[in-house]
Antibody, heavy 119, light 106 residues
Framework: QVQLVQSGAEVKKPGASVKISCKTS????????LHWVRQVPGQGLEWMGK????????TFAQSFQGRVFMTWDTSTRTVNMELDNLRSDDTAVYYC????????????WGQGSLVTVSP | DIQMTQSPSTLSAFVGDRVTITCRAS??????LAWYQKKTGKAPKLLIY???NLESGVPSRFSGSGSGTEFTLTISSLQTDDFATYYC????????FGQGTKLEIK
């Protein structure tokens, strides 16, 4: 059974960076893409990007280009997402989620991590 | 980028009603479309993938149809548990979500 367990809530100041981790288990490591999606309070779901299973290729939504980074730590089966130069409108719940292949949408989700950006 | 537009933004209905939500893509996405259910404080739940395939464990009252640029999610007989916000998502390009449809109890 696939499990995605995310790191806890964070409070950051504007201009800072945040790194959220997503520890994965319960599946074959070779063919699952890991995505990140966020939801700003009162708004809809927003896709941020995805990383391939080997960690050598990532695709990001244009609105996050240059500000978001994703890495796999294969030794711990953990994906990390870093968002730089935080603004108050980055306050959101961030989800990691996993798709069975590049041809499928994510069907397993982490519990979400609240990031609050406040002076 | 592909833009996804859902309608309506809000839908009020009674338990037992049949409801349909529409999702339009700004360009053809073939059948690379998913539908999710989102409840407050919970992660999204995949309902439909490839436009019309029911995810395992999802009740059969949910169904999806469409291809190209127009898609629909239908709930055949609303249950109390179905009142939530629904999102379409394309996964041909950048996995863009629609803006959501909030389904409320009338």
């Amino acid at each position: 059974q696939v499990q995605l367990v995310q790191s806890g809530a964070e409070v950051k100041k504007p201009g800072a960076s945040v790194k959220i981790s997503c520890k994965t288990s319960g599946y074959s490591f070779t063919d699952h893409y890991l995505h990140w999606v966020r939801q700003v309070p009162g708004q809809g779901l927003e896709w941020m990007g995805k990383i391939n299973p080997s960690g050598d290729s990532a695709t990001f939504a244009q609105s996050f280009q240059g500000r978001v980074f994703m890495t796999w730590d294969t030794s711990t089966r953990t994906v990390n997402m870093e968002l730089d130069n935080l603004r108050s409108d980055d306050t959101a719940v961030y989800y990691c989620c996993m798709a069975g292949s590049v041809y499928l949408p994510p069907d397993n989700w982490g519990q979400g991590s609240l990031v609050t950006v406040s002076p | 980028d592909i833009q996804m537009t859902q309608s309506p933004s809000t839908l009020s209905a009674f338990v037992g009603d049949r409801v349909t939500i529409t999702c339009r893509a700004s360009q053809s996405i073939d059948t690379w479309l998913a539908w999710y259910q989102k409840k407050t404080g919970k992660a999204p739940k995949l309902l439909i993938y490839d436009a019309s395939n029911l995810e395992s464990g999802v009740p059969s009252r949910f169904s999806g149809s469409g291809s190209g640029t127009e898609f629909t999610l239908t709930i055949s007989s609303l249950q109390t548990d179905d009142f939530a916000t629904y999102y379409c998502q394309e996964y041909k390009n950048y996995h863009t979500f629609g803006q959501g449809t909030k389904l409320e109890i009338k």
